[in-house]
């Protein structure tokens, strides 16, 4: 058999191979006998959130001149482990970008024991400052941390999150974009995969997050170009939505409640009782909102004997009401297993009011036709969520196997009442009856997930291998029945408007396997995901099953490398997939307004993304700066498609275009010229290009977009008060048949703590009532141009009342103290 001794490569008989490893075993052994070289091992954790942190600097010191043993980097599951340490008294420095230096002093090996020392969990402090008395955090985290390929919004932090939900945190975050409809865009793109605590989940559909309580929410994690341990869906990235989950020892807890004007108030009220061996948590927050939603759109088409328009007018009023529940528990089974699971239900109602009125003018602007619509739409939906985890580390903390199952189920049932009345027909009074429908919708969604990870930390090559596999499994059903009044026998019938039945059937099995390695100045990461997906959308009365299946590898890299101390440079590819969801897939019309029709496209074809990120990063005392520039090349592009009918009826529905290229760049600056001053400027603009070579022409268009985002506090009255500004502002957004105009906004926030239980705060949203949504699509001699608004200038007050307090570890004192983790054990 092969073997290598030095840099020569020869052959072996067994026994000979046996005898060599023996005597190799034997001096190898007197060697470190001789000399005291021992091995020190541990694990670097996040205080707060318990997340395990990689690439945090671990450096060995003299205790007699307290000059620089050795040193080594964490591996991606926070482990370290540090051979042939000749020393036997000694202390440790743990340094990390964003965190506090943590110093463990007294280290030392004692002869008698074995040459092994392990220090378990270290926590390191995100800028945190401690009270010593009633040991109680004062200090905060920053609102936002940015990476190169990743942005972690810390939600709890943000005062402009009092009163607001999911959909109004992500506004906020740089980047991200949240239209009237509650569709969600990252970096001008809206085939952004949403998740909730790293999972998919039925609450991310049919805008269930404008319902979700921005209270309830711990961070917002955004990663714009994933590896491949990630699924490949999203053209351009994965948001990932963490529900709060506290990790303090003890019984800790907090109550909030926010009233808002316009008859707006929501709750929140979250409990953790955290022992040695079991972690409880439960959290409970409800919303509710009343407001209005007004609707207006001009369509004009142009002929040889001059224009006609159609004017539509619709306002509206709407009011929500929700409920979520969250519980859970961790159980630490040993030192090394943990078993977890956690249950969360949602519900929500929304019910709409609205009239909307059409008036058709002819080429001579006199109106020809007019007629009013009445509606009531009621909404009512449930969500739930279950979870069960467990994560095993491997033995010396080299590895980590881990395994997640989560079945979420969520229902939707919709009625909606409608009535026509014709004032005009055609130069006359009309004289047509009213017409009155009745629509119903039952709808069924559910996602199954299933995955297994696996990491191994390979110590001598600075290396880490991390495989997995993964299934998803999605389920819908929908049901719609329609009817209308008959006046004479008083009585609704069924009707053909919109009668049908759909399934959608969703199957995606998929593994990967990723090599990571640290050399010298250079980290690089290289990964392959292979994922089979089937996509059944299924006609139930006609029994018309159109199925498309497909395999696809994905491939990624990333590449990282330190220019100097606390200033980084970054490389990163990957190819991703944009799979139409349900709905795109669905053919059947919604006529809920009969002018402007939405349906569907069953035959849509995914679209397939090549993702290429340059990253650079730089911090210095009172300034963070990153920034990146992107392209994307994109086939067989998923649109929104507008088709403009010579009765004036749009219909808007789903198509392939033949691709598109996007380039832009993303910039974060963090700059704190005071102790007291804090700012953030979020920049992300982009040029993108429609082309459609094969179809129609009216698909071909280009443009450049640009958002900008501001972030500013104030910290003032010996540090128990902040005043906090956002700002908000997008230049026009080019779509494949038009642009949506500018939008802006602009909120004021602050709060004030009175003790280490009771603070107040406020929120003013939408200063300047400038925040809405307008749009202005064109075709060859037709455009129509309208816009959306809603209540969003708001005055929120929040009281929050937090109870129990940290408790200090049994064997933790002070800092460098015991080696364990010093400080606070959580």
């Not at 714009?224 to 053209?235: Q, R």
């Not at 926010?258 to 009220?269: E, P, Q, R, V, W």
């Not at 969360?344 to 009013?372: H, I, M, P, Q």
């Not at 280490?756 to 929120?763: A, I, K, N, P």
Request: proline share 3%; charged share 20%.
């Amino acid at each position: 058999m092969p073997n290598t001794l030095g840099s020569k490569h020869y052959f072996c008989t067994p026994r000979i191979l046996y005898m060599k490893i023996c005597l190799t075993v034997l001096f190898s052994f007197l060697f470190f006998a001789s000399f005291g070289q021992f091995t020190l091992k541990g694990q670097i954790i996040d205080t707060l959130s318990g997340q395990k942190l990689e690439f945090v600097s671990v450096r060995l010191f003299s205790v007699k001149d307290s000059s620089v043993i050795t040193g080594s980097l964490t591996d991606s599951n926070g482990n370290f482990s540090i051979d042939n340490i000749k020393a036997n008294r000694f202390f440790m420095k743990c340094s990390f970008v964003g965190y506090e230096t943590k110093t463990i002093r007294n280290l030392k090996f004692e002869s008698a024991k074995p040459s092994e020392l392990i220090l378990g969990k270290i926590s390191l402090r995100p800028s945190v400052v401690l009270e010593i008395g009633e040991i109680e955090v004062v200090g905060k985290l920053d609102v936002l941390k940015a990476g190169i390929d990743k942005k972690i919004y810390n939600v709890g932090d943000d005062l402009n999150s009092q009163g607001g939900s999911a959909s109004d945190v992500l506004n906020n975050v740089p980047s991200v974009e949240v239209d009237q409809d509650g569709n969600i865009s990252l970096r001008g793109d809206g085939n952004v995969i949403i998740l909730v605590d790293g999972r998919p989940s039925t609450l991310t559909i049919n805008g269930g997050l404008s319902g979700l309580p921005a209270n309830s929410i711990e961070r917002i994690e955004v990663v714009t170009n994933p590896s491949a341990k990630y699924d490949p869906d999203g053209t351009s990235g994965i948001i990932n939505i963490v529900l709060k989950k506290a990790q303090l020892r003890g019984v800790n807890g907090v109550v909030a409640s926010t009233l808002g004007t316009g008859n707006s108030f929501n709750g929140t009220a979250t409990v953790n009782v955290r022992t040695n061996k079991i972690n409880v948590f439960a959290n409970y927050a409800y919303k509710y909102n009343e407001g209005y939603r007004n609707f207006d759109s001009k369509l004009t088409r142009a002929s040889l004997l001059g224009t006609t328009l159609l004017d539509q007018n619709r306002p509206g009023k709407q009011n929500t009401d929700g409920h979520n529940l969250r519980i859970g528990m961790d159980y630490y089974i040993t030192d090394k297993q943990t078993i977890g699971f956690s249950i969360n239900g949602a519900t929500s109602k929304e019910n709409r009011y609205s009239t909307l009125t059409n008036d058709f003018y002819d080429v001579n602007s006199l109106v020809t036709s007019s007629w009013n619509r009445s509606s009531i739409d009621k909404n009512d939906n449930q969500n739930l969520d279950l979870n069960l985890n467990y994560s095993h580390v491997l033995k010396k903390n080299r590895g980590e196997l881990s395994a997640n199952f989560t079945s979420s189920f969520g229902n939707e049932m919709s009625t909606g009442l409608y009535e026509n009345e014709y004032v005009i027909d055609y130069y006359a009074l009309s004289t047509r009856p009213n017409l009155i429908q009745s629509l119903d919708k039952k709808e069924n969604n559910s996602v199954h997930t299933g995955q297994l990870d696996y990491i191994k930390t390979l110590e001598k090559q600075k290396a880490r291998i991390e495989t997995g596999v993964k299934g998803i499994f999605r389920d819908q059903s929908l049901n719609t029945t329609s009817q209308t009044y008959n006046d004479s026998l008083f009585a609704y019938f069924p009707d053909t408007l919109a009668n049908f039945r759909y399934n959608y059937k969703e199957e995606i099995l998929s593994a990967y396997a990723i090599w990571g390695q640290v050399l010298g100045k250079f980290k690089y990461q290289l990964g392959v995901r292979g994922e089979y997906a089937q996509q059944i959308p299924y006609l139930v009365d006609s029994d018309t099953k159109i199925v498309n299946d497909y395999f696809n590898l994905f491939p990624s890299g990333h590449l990282k490398y330190d220019l100097q101390k606390k200033r980084e440079v970054s490389l990163s590819y990957s190819k991703r997939i944009n799979r139409a969801n349900s709905g795109q897939l669905n053919p059947f019309t919604n006529y809920s307004d009969p002018l402007n029709l939405r349906q569907g496209n069953p035959y849509l074809n995914p679209e397939y993304i090549n993702s290429l990120d340059l990253g650079y990063s730089v911090e210095k005392n009172k300034l963070v700066f990153t920034t990146s520039v992107f392209y994307r090349y994109t086939t067989d592009v998923i649109q929104r498609v507008k088709v403009f009918y010579s009765d004036n009826v749009t219909a808007t529905t789903f198509g392939n275009i033949d691709q598109s290229q996007s380039y832009g760049f993303e910039a974060v600056i963090n700059y704190k010229p005071l102790k007291w001053w804090k700012n953030t400027i979020a920049l992300n603009g982009d040029h993108i290009q429609y082309f459609n070579a094969s179809g129609d022409g009216n698909f071909n268009n280009s443009g450049y977009n640009l958002a900008v985002k501001y972030t500013g506090n104030v910290e003032f009255w010996k540090k128990t008060a902040n005043f906090q500004v956002n700002v908000r502002y997008n230049t026009p957004r080019i779509t494949s048949q038009g642009k949506v105009l500018p939008r802006s906004a602009m909120d004021i926030s602050g709060d004030k703590r009175f003790n280490e239980h009771w603070s107040v705060g406020f929120r003013l949203s939408d200063v300047f009532n400038t925040q809405g949504f307008r749009y202005d699509f064109q075709q060859p001699d037709i455009r129509q141009q309208g816009q959306y608004k809603w209540l969003t200038r708001r005055f929120y007050i929040t009281i929050t009342y937090k109870f129990g307090k940290l408790e200090v570890g049994k064997k933790a004192g002070r800092e460098g103290e015991n080696g364990g983790g010093g400080g606070f054990d959580f």
